[in-house]
T-cell receptor, first 111, second 117 residues
Framework: KQEVTQIPAALSVPEGENLVLNCSFT??????LQWFRQDPGKGLTSLLLIQSSQREQTSGRLNASLDKSSGRSTLYIAASQPGDSATYLC??????????FGGGTRVLVKP | DTEVTQTPKHLVMGMTNKKSLKCEQHMGHRAMYWYKQKAKKPPELMFVYSYEKLSINESVPSRFSPECPNSSLLNLHLHALQPEDSALYLCASSQERGSSYSNQPQHFGDGTRLSIL
């Protein structure tokens, strides 16, 4: 059974610092890994999707890496802003169109 | 604003009521999903529909009954719910290419916050 873990569970940084969020998974037989953002009381916003054959994806200040063999992904957010405060979730997609989510990292960026 | 629309945004119901949650998308996606999310927990998959047919049921109790009347709509019918069913219910959709699910991100609605009295 696939298990996804995110460390740390919560993170607080001053504005301008870079954020590093970690995600690990136990079964490397995945199709892709996705990073989502969730604001309180809202749905999930897709940030990046990394295919199993890729090593990284970039979008603006966001960069996500994937090391499938070691079961790890890292999301980097450069020059953090207060608007980046949210919960960040990683999810792996395996056979059958099923996403398995990690527990999330709650991020607070202080002005 | 999201491209997946869920109604209602909030719902309070008694344990003997019957209600329905609705989800709509007009992105041409042929896969649609229901998730349940408890406070400070990640979403948990409930059901997957592929081309309007139920493809995954994650052993969800029968008091939850999904329905996909057409490619744009997904309903979740609720009956005789328990207080522990109180949660945020999220709908999502994604593209498909035949049997290949592989690299299509899922798009989520803002959810329906359900409270069972």
């Amino acid at each position: 059974k696939q298990e996804v873990t995110q460390i740390p569970a919560a993170l607080s940084v001053p504005e301008g610092e870079n954020l590093v969020l970690n995600c690990s998974f136990t079964d490397s037989a995945i199709y892709n890994l996705q990073w989502f953002r969730q604001d309180p009381g809202k749905g999930l916003t897709s940030l990046l999707l990394i295919q199993s054959s890729q090593r990284e994806q970039t979008s603006g200040r966001l960069n996500a890496s994937l090391d499938k063999s070691s079961g790890r992904s890292t999301l980097y957010i450069a020059a953090s802003q207060p608007g980046d405060s949210a919960t960040y979730l990683c999810a792996v997609q395996a056979a059958g169109n099923k996403l398995t989510f990690g527990g999330g990292t709650r991020v607070l960026v202080k002005p | 604003d999201t491209e997946v629309t869920q109604t209602p945004k909030h719902l309070v119901m008694g344990m003997t009521n019957k209600k329905s949650l609705k989800c709509e998308q007009h992105m041409g996606h042929r896969a649609m999903y229901w998730y349940k999310q408890k406070a400070k927990k990640p979403p948990e998959l409930m059901f997957v529909y592929s081309y309007e047919k139920l493809s995954i049921n994650e052993s969800v109790p029968s008091r939850f009954s999904p329905e996909c009347p057409n490619s744009s709509l997904l309903n979740l019918h609720l009956h005789a719910l328990q207080p522990e069913d109180s949660a945020l219910y999220l709908c999502a959709s994604s593209q498909e290419r035949g049997s290949s699910y592989s690299n299509q991100p899922q798009h989520f609605g803002d959810g329906t916050r359900l409270s069972i009295l």
